[in-house]
């Protein structure tokens, strides 16, 4: 998810794109089109979105429960609603909940909007599908917009997500977690591991700029 604003050196387009996600735009997949407030995470700016919406629509959803933990815009989740799943979105921007759900019913889509940090809120329900694309540059994010791409000086969010992930995954469950060359996948491993879980590959994505990985997170105890 690596931020093309990084790579653009010239202060007139630097200046030009901070203007541009300067107040709310729209970003569309198929017949689904949301509204992102400045606050949230911008699809448009990144592939991971994108490769996931590609990869999940591949799926067949119908009947499944999704998460999309850390939803953004929720346009994940509203594709999983789209193709009958019964999707769940969490985040812990407020924001990006309110724009989401008037974004479901612009959409005409279903979609339950769950307030919360990580898994604290969302229970005790089985999940067919954890959907996750995290935060994971290593620095305290400053305010809500910037929990969108830092996990925290030492990968606090990784933490946490590996410490409450297990609870939710039996044998059923699929957790799929994308990933960037972009970011310390060792590290990020490593704290997976020692919570017992491990990271299976199932795409890898090359692009003009950098390569996405889509890895299936699952219990290292399991067979
Ligand atoms: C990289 S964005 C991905 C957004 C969306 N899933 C997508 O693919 O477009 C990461 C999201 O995780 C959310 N997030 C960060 N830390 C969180 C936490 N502790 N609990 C819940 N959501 C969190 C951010 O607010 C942001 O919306």
Redesign the pocket.
């Known amino acids: 998810?690596r931020l093309f604003l990084k790579k653009i050196s010239h202060p007139f387009l630097k200046f030009g794109l901070q203007f541009y996600y300067s107040k709310p735009r729209d970003y569309c997949y198929q017949d689904i089109s949301v509204k992102i407030h400045p606050d949230?995470?911008p699809?448009q700016m990144?592939f991971?979105?994108k490769i996931?919406?590609d990869f999940i629509n591949e799926m067949n959803l119908e009947n499944k429960t999704v998460l999309?933990?850390?939803?953004?815009?929720?346009?994940?989740?509203l594709l999983a609603a789209k193709k009958k799943a019964f999707a769940i979105a969490?985040?812990?921007?407020k924001t990006?909940l309110n724009y989401l759900e008037n974004n479901a019913l612009k959409n005409k889509l279903q979609v339950q909007v769950v307030y919360?940090?990580?898994f604290?809120e969302i229970g005790n329900q089985e999940l067919d599908y954890i959907?996750?694309?995290?935060?994971?540059y290593p620095k305290k994010?400053k305010n809500?917009?910037e929990?969108?791409?830092f996990?925290g000086e030492n990968f606090e969010?990784f933490d946490?997500?590996f410490s409450q992930l297990p609870k939710y995954l039996s044998n059923e469950t699929q957790c799929y977690m994308?990933l960037s060359q972009d970011c310390d996948l060792e590290k990020i491993k490593t704290i997976a591991r020692k919570n017992e879980m491990a990271f299976e590959l199932v795409l890898e994505k090359k692009d003009l700029v950098e390569t996405n990985y889509i890895f299936k997170v699952r219990n290292d105890t399991w067979p």
């Open positions: 998810m949230v995470f699809p990144t991971s979105t996931l919406l999309e933990l850390g939803c953004g815009s929720g346009i994940i989740s969490s985040d812990i921007n990006a919360s940090d990580l604290d959907i996750i694309n995290p935060p994971y994010p809500i917009k929990q969108a791409w996990c969010y946490k997500l994308i």
